[in-house]
T-cell receptor, first 114, second 114 residues
């Protein structure tokens, strides 16, 4: 079965620090990859997604992620975090043939200190 | 505005009772999903449906049942056979198109067994 690993359960940064959240998955075939974010008191929402093409994808609010097929990774990055980025972040993976069914990582809680 | 409505937001159930969680979407999405979220465990798939009158078990379907009689509705019943039902339940939908597998989530229902 597909599995998704997020290595950091809780990350604490100061404003303006750079962010990288790790995500690794186990499936060796074609995948679609996602990062979702849940801000305090809000719905889970899509941050960015990779389907095909350029492995560096850009999302909302200055986030980007890089798909490295050889490493089965899809790490999330932001050059300079803000206090408003405090949230829980989830990585998710669809196997290419499993239309729509996503497997999620356990999530990473990011706390940004002002 | 289009979206997903989950109700109720909070639900209390006595042991031995079945309860039904509502999920309605007006996004004209073909696919709908139920996930369970427990602290530190991310989201785990309970059931999903890619088309009306059809649904499949996810990773943790035991003790749950669903129906998909209408495109816009995908109710989840938590039966008395579910051994540990206290959790946060999230409903999601997607268009089902391969280029758009990202989910739209509802606000969730927090179920507590008392």
């Amino acid at each position: 079965a597909q599995s998704v690993s997020q290595h950091n359960h809780h990350v604490i940064l100061s404003e303006a620090a750079s962010l990288e959240l790790g995500c690794n998955y186990s499936y060796g075939g074609t995948v679609n990859l996602f990062w979702y974010v849940q801000y305090p008191g809000q719905h889970l929402q899509l941050l960015l997604k990779y389907f095909s093409g350029d492995p560096l994808v850009k999302g909302i609010k200055g986030f980007e992620a890089e798909f490295i097929k050889s490493k089965f990774s899809f790490n999330l990055r932001k050059p300079s975090v803000q206090w408003s980025d405090t949230a829980e972040y989830f990585c998710a993976v669809n196997e290419g043939t499993n239309a729509g069914k996503s497997t999620f990582g356990d999530g990473t809680t990011l706390t940004v200190k002002p | 505005d289009g979206g997903i409505t989950q109700s109720p937001k909070y639900l209390f159930r006595k042991e031995g009772q079945n309860v039904t969680l509502s999920c309605e979407q007006n996004l004209n999405h073909d696919a709908m999903y139920w996930y369970r979220q427990d602290p530190g465990q991310g989201l785990r798939l309970i059931y999903y449906s890619q088309i009306v009158n059809d649904f499949q078990k996810g990773d943790i379907a035991e003790g749950y049942s669903v129906s998909r009689e209408k495109k816009e509705s995908f109710p989840l019943t938590v039966t008395s056979a579910q051994k540990n039902p206290t959790a946060f339940y999230l409903c999601a939908s997607s268009s089902g198109r391969i280029v758009d597998y990202g989910y739209t989530f509802g606000s969730g229902t927090r179920l507590t067994v008392v």
